[in-house]
Every structure is written in C-alpha cells, then in structure tokens.
C-alpha cells in the first residue's frame, strides 16, 4: 500500500491511498469470504459458488464495495497512526479515484485539526466582580427555612384572603357546556399562587366556608388545550375550608429540628460561609468565563464545519436529556414550537461555533504551555476527592476505575485557569 496526504481547504487533509494488484486482489478475495455466503447459482450449493464462477455471472467488480469497505478502514487508521500531523477530527468522506483489475486509488478528504494562532493571551488586565453575602440574604434563607416547616391551620369567622389556602369544589362549563378536566372536588388552592386561570384566585377571596360563588374567567389566547383558547367560562365554587400557613418561631431548639445547626447563631454563621463560598465559585467561573473569551477573540484560527457539527450534536443530545427528565420527548418539543430539527440545529450554531473556537484555542494553550497532569497529580486529586466524599482513598478509586484521562483532564484544565489567572493581572 502506498499513500500521500497533501493539506487540502478549510482544515482538510486529502489522503491517497494506492493498493496494487496483489493487495487489490487479497482484498477482493477477503470481501469473497466474508459475503460467499449469501450466492446460490445453478449447479453449487448455497455459499459454495467460486469467485471466478461468480464474477463470470455478475460481472468484474462483483466484489469491489465490499473490498473497499473492508480495506479502507484498515489501511486509513495506519495511516494516521504513522502520521500523527493529521489530527483528524471527523469520519472521512471516500471518493474512488481509479479502479480496475490492477489496482485502486481511493482519495480520502478528512476534517482535521486546524493550526491556531494565539493572540494576547498573557498581561491582560480583568476585572472580577465579587458577590458579598449581605445580612440580608442570610435572613432570606432563614424564612424560607421557616415556610419549608411551616404547617396550615384551620381559620375561623373571616372570609378568606390572599396567602390562605382553601379547599373548594370547582365545575367550569363554555356556554353552559361542561369541559373535561374543569370539574374537581376538594381541590386545595394557595390564593395568590397564580396557579389557576389569570382572575380565578381574586374571585375566591373574600368568600366564607359553605359559601357557593358563580366567578367568570376568559381562557388565555394561549392556553394548552386549543378549544378552550381565548374562551370566556363560568366556574361554581363550593368552599369548603380556609387554612392559613403557620410558621414555627425561630428558636435554637427549631433550628436544630429543622437544620441540625446547634444555634440561631450557628446557622446563620453557617450559612452565610455557604452562600460566600458559592458566591466565591460564581465570581471565579465569571473570572474565567471573560478570560477565555477575551483570549479567543485575539486568536486567529479557521473552524471546520465537522467540529461544529459534532458541537450541536452534542447540545442537542444535552436538551433531548433535560427534557427526557421532565417526561417530554424532543420531538414533541419540536412540533409544539413549530420548528423543525433543521432550524432548531441553526440556532445553536453561533454558539456551537463560539465553544469550538475557545476549546481550539484552550488546546493550543496548553500545548504552548506544557501544561500536563502528573501521576503524583492524579494520586493526589483522587485523595482530595475522597476526603470530600468522606470515603477511603481504596474505595473512591474502585469508583473512578478506568476514568484516569478524566480524572487528568480535569486538572490539567485546572492548571490551566491557575496559570492564566496568575499570567494576567486580576483586580
């Protein structure tokens, strides 16, 4: 086998690939074993047909595409093992230059990695906001931790009001013509919630238990269910109960019922350390958020179509997993927005784009750089990782078996934010 490979357009390689007549001919004897098995002719049994009897019946290049899809493969991986220059980053589109009984030349055209010209990437001044938990925010997470226990209570001799939660019986009906899933009974409803049709909550308040109440509503234009869009509806109201939410007093005795903490004290102590400590995280991803942006904008490098492809690839995979977790399919997702898959692709190829450039230009940095992971760095991580998840050093690494490159990438990257943020000047 022989073989050239010259820098084609756009971050392509063109790699010919020339098999003479004895490999030509080993590789159609290989497609012959591998498929004899589905020819029957007049005389041979099924599979036993000889290639020659077959070729006689079905023409010279019987074997052809299968010998090319056979061979190909092999003899392209060689290649790029011998070649490390050609970083492809794709699967390669195949033409047939030449073919015959002496011989075929194959030309593959394969995305590679493109060359990345760094700009400025060291000396630039940032800026880094910080986000400083006031008392206030503290006091926040107090009351939230008060509603999450607090409990309802009956309410007696006042008719209800905004922030009660009732309990009634509803049956909506469209020019007197009741509609499914407008009818329940004991339904509980937080008036002020909004959890209802736009006027439904503002028409319960001020109604007494055991009252019955007519209330009329117009459906939104955009309603889910597409008869009752736009609509106008009477709903008849029974109420039945009206609950007030009670919250539990702030005591250390509460406190440590409903969070553990020790104290009032403590846990404001704790978590104003939490929410800094999250702060903290934020500004720092902001840091390097403006750090590989500002840094990509001054590179210089061309973006194969292939990459960009396999980035959209990628985000679409992500959103078809966070809608699978809410019980919808994307292709329900697609046909309640109208959209085909085409379009919905080309909306994310700004940012698809965008991602591709700052993980070439990461790359080539880290590259330049010599930013690597040392064994004694993995050792050490994993150690620092089980401590955090309060597990033997044995233990956590039977858990991340077999994920060491991860493991390797998530420090060099961290090394990599450690270099530029010292590299820059951070005020």
Same mark, same amino acid.
Request: aromatic share 8%; proline share 3%.
């Given at each position: /086998?022989?073989?050239k490979?010259?820098?084609?357009?756009?971050?392509?390689?063109? @790699?010919?690939?020339?098999?003479?007549?004895?490999?030509?001919?080993?590789?159609?004897?290989?497609?012959?074993?591998?498929t004899?098995?589905?020819?029957?002719?007049? $005389?041979?049994?099924?599979?036993?047909?000889? /290639?020659?009897?077959? !070729?006689?019946?079905?023409g010279?290049?019987?074997?052809?595409?299968?010998a090319?899809n !056979?061979? =190909?493969?092999?003899?392209?991986?060689?290649?790029?093992?011998?070649?490390?220059?050609i970083?492809?980053v794709?699967?390669?589109?195949?033409?047939v !230059?030449?073919?015959?009984?002496?011989?075929?030349?194959?030309?593959?055209?394969?995305?590679?990695k493109?060359?990345?010209?760094l $700009?400025?990437y060291?000396? @630039?001044?940032?800026?880094?906001?910080?986000?400083?938990?006031k008392?206030?925010?503290?006091?926040?997470?107090?009351?939230?931790?008060?509603?999450?226990n607090?409990?309802?209570v009956?309410?007696?001799g006042?008719?209800?009001? *905004?922030?009660?939660?009732v309990?009634i019986?509803?049956?909506?009906?469209?020019? $007197?013509?009741? =509609?499914?899933?407008?009818?329940?009974?004991?339904?509980?409803?937080?008036?002020?919630?909004?959890? =209802?049709?736009?006027g439904f909550?503002?028409?319960v +308040?001020?109604?007494? +238990?055991?009252?019955e109440?007519?209330?009329?509503?117009k459906?939104?234009?955009?309603?889910?269910?597409?008869?009752?869009?736009?609509?106008?509806?009477?709903?008849?109201?029974? %109420?039945?109960?009206?609950?007030?939410?009670e %919250?539990?007093?702030?005591?250390?005795?509460?406190?440590?019922?409903?969070d $553990?903490? #020790?104290?009032?004290?403590?846990?404001?102590?704790?978590?104003?350390?939490?929410?800094?400590e999250?702060?903290d995280?934020?500004?720092?991803?902001e840091?390097?958020?403006?750090? +590989? *942006?500002?840094?990509?904008?001054?590179?210089?490098?061309?973006?194969?179509?292939?990459?960009?492809?396999?980035q959209?690839d990628r985000m679409?995979?992500?959103? #078809?997993?966070?809608?699978?977790?809410q019980?919808?399919?994307?292709?329900?997702?697609?046909?309640?927005?109208?959209?085909?898959?085409?379009?919905y692709?080309?909306?994310?190829?700004?940012?698809?784009?965008?991602?591709?450039?700052?993980?070439?230009?990461?790359?080539?940095?880290?590259?330049?750089?010599?930013?690597?992971?040392?064994?004694?760095?993995? #050792?050490?991580?994993?150690e620092?990782?089980? *401590?955090?998840?309060?597990?033997?050093?044995? #233990?956590?690494?039977?858990?991340?078996?077999?994920?060491?490159e991860?493991?390797?990438?998530? @420090?060099?990257?961290?090394?990599?934010?450690?270099?530029?943020?010292?590299?820059?000047?951070?005020?």
């Amino acid at each position: /086998m022989n073989y050239k490979f010259e820098k084609a357009e756009k971050s392509t390689v063109k @790699i010919s690939i020339t098999l003479d007549a004895a490999e030509w001919s080993a590789a159609q004897q290989d497609a012959y074993n591998k498929t004899k098995g589905k020819y029957a002719l007049p $005389g041979f049994r099924k599979g036993k047909v000889p /290639m020659k009897v077959l !070729e006689n019946a079905y023409g010279k290049g019987l074997f052809f595409e299968d010998a090319i899809n !056979e061979s =190909f493969p092999k003899y392209y991986f060689e290649i790029l093992e011998k070649e490390p220059s050609i970083e492809a980053v794709a699967r390669p589109s195949l033409d047939v !230059e030449k073919i015959g009984e002496d011989g075929v030349t194959l030309v593959a055209t394969v995305a590679v990695k493109p060359e990345v010209k760094l $700009g400025e990437y060291k000396g @630039i001044k940032f800026e880094k906001v910080e986000y400083n938990v006031k008392d206030a925010d503290v006091e926040d997470a107090l009351k939230r931790l008060q509603e999450r226990n607090s409990r309802l209570v009956a309410v007696e001799g006042r008719p209800a009001e *905004k922030g009660d939660t009732v309990v009634i019986d509803y049956s909506g009906s469209v020019n $007197g013509v009741k =509609f499914e899933g407008g009818t329940a009974e004991k339904q509980n409803l937080e008036l002020g919630s909004n959890s =209802f049709i736009p006027g439904f909550e503002d028409q319960v +308040v001020g109604m007494n +238990v055991g009252e019955e109440r007519d209330i009329s509503v117009k459906f939104p234009e955009d309603y889910h269910a597409e008869d009752l869009k736009g609509k106008d509806a009477v709903f008849h109201i029974v %109420l039945h109960e009206i609950k007030k939410k009670e %919250l539990p007093e702030i005591t250390d005795e509460f406190i440590k019922d409903a969070d $553990g903490a #020790e104290s009032v004290e403590a846990y404001k102590a704790e978590t104003k350390k939490r929410m800094q400590e999250a702060n903290d995280r934020r500004a720092d991803r902001e840091l390097e958020d403006k750090i +590989v *942006k500002t840094i990509t904008e001054k590179a210089e490098t061309e973006i194969p179509d292939a990459l960009v492809e396999n980035q959209i690839d990628r985000m679409v995979q992500e959103m #078809e997993y966070r809608l699978m977790y809410q019980g919808l399919r994307l292709e329900d997702y697609l046909k309640y927005a109208k959209m085909s898959m085409e379009d919905y692709r080309k909306g994310y190829e700004a940012q698809a784009r965008e991602l591709v450039k700052q993980q070439l230009v990461i790359e080539k940095i880290i590259e330049t750089e010599k930013i690597e992971a040392t064994d004694e760095d993995v #050792e050490k991580k994993i150690e620092e990782d089980a *401590k955090a998840r309060d597990k033997s050093v044995e #233990e956590y690494k039977k858990e991340v078996e077999g994920r060491t490159e991860y493991l390797k990438n998530e @420090i060099v990257i961290g090394k990599l934010f450690d270099f530029l943020k010292s590299a820059n000047t951070i005020e």
